[in-house]
């Protein structure tokens, strides 16, 4: 089975801080995904990569950045957090072939800013 | 950019009961899914669908992908308790000129509860 791996499951971090989100996949998916979820809004796409140290902007990338140095390893930053920022995050993977290969999820981590 | 209109927002129905709902979208797309996530979990895949007028059963869930490739339904049959949770569905945007295929996007999800 495919593990996507979330690094933390809860955050509090204040107001201008730098965050760091990490995430891990375990089976060389080429694809990596962060979305962040909101009660209905569903899941918003912030970024993706589809390759080591490629990145794309999804529908709201603004505030966020991204870092893939490692096929398996695929970074959220938060330059300086604000309080709209405070959301769950879900990292998740799939393989280049993606009809063959639905997104595959981590279980999340719920950041809180103040 | 594309959005998913899924319905209802919410249900709270009986144990035994079945269960309706849908997305539906002003775009083409070329894939549909539907996830299940549990509280404090990330979103688990239930079913894949790939090809218009697709119909696709996972032991009590059902799934259509519409005709037009602008819409899909879920239902559940039967309900139990542990089908409780948030439901999303989620379409493919076909990417042109790309060796990559396209982001997914996901509707604001049925959150269903279900009374024992």
């Keep these: ?114 | 950019g594309q959005q998913l209109n899924q319905s209802p927002q919410s249900m709270f129905i009986q144990e035994g009961e079945d269960v309706s709902m849908n997305c539906t979208s002003s775009s083409i797309f070329n894939t549909w899914l539907w996830y299940k996530q549990d509280p404090g979990e990330g979103p688990v895949l239930l079913i894949a669908l790939y090809k218009a007028g697709e119909l696709t059963s996972n032991g009590r869930l059902t799934a259509q992908f519409g005709i037009t490739r602008k819409d899909s339904f879920l239902n559940i049959s039967a309900s139990i308790p542990s089908d409780v949770g948030i439901y999303f569905c989620a379409g493919q945007v076909p990417l042109k000129g790309s060796s990559n295929t396209g982001k997914l996007i996901f509707g604001q999800g049925t959150t269903l509860q279900v009374k024992p």
């Design chain 1, 1 to 114: 089975d495919v593990k996507v791996t979330q690094s933390s499951r809860y955050l509090v971090k204040r107001t201008g801080e730098k965050v760091f989100l990490e995430c891990v996949q375990d089976m060389d998916h080429e694809n990596m995904f962060w979305y962040r979820q909101d009660p209905g809004l569903g899941l918003r796409l912030i970024y993706f990569s589809y390759d080591v140290k490629m990145k794309e902007k999804g529908d709201i990338p603004e505030g966020y950045s991204v870092s893939r140095e490692k096929k398996e390893r695929f970074s959220l930053i938060l330059e300086s957090a604000s309080t709209n920022q405070t959301s769950m995050y879900l990292c998740a993977s799939s393989s280049l072939l993606f009809g063959n290969s639905p997104l595959h999820f981590g279980n999340g981590t719920r950041l809180t800013v103040t």
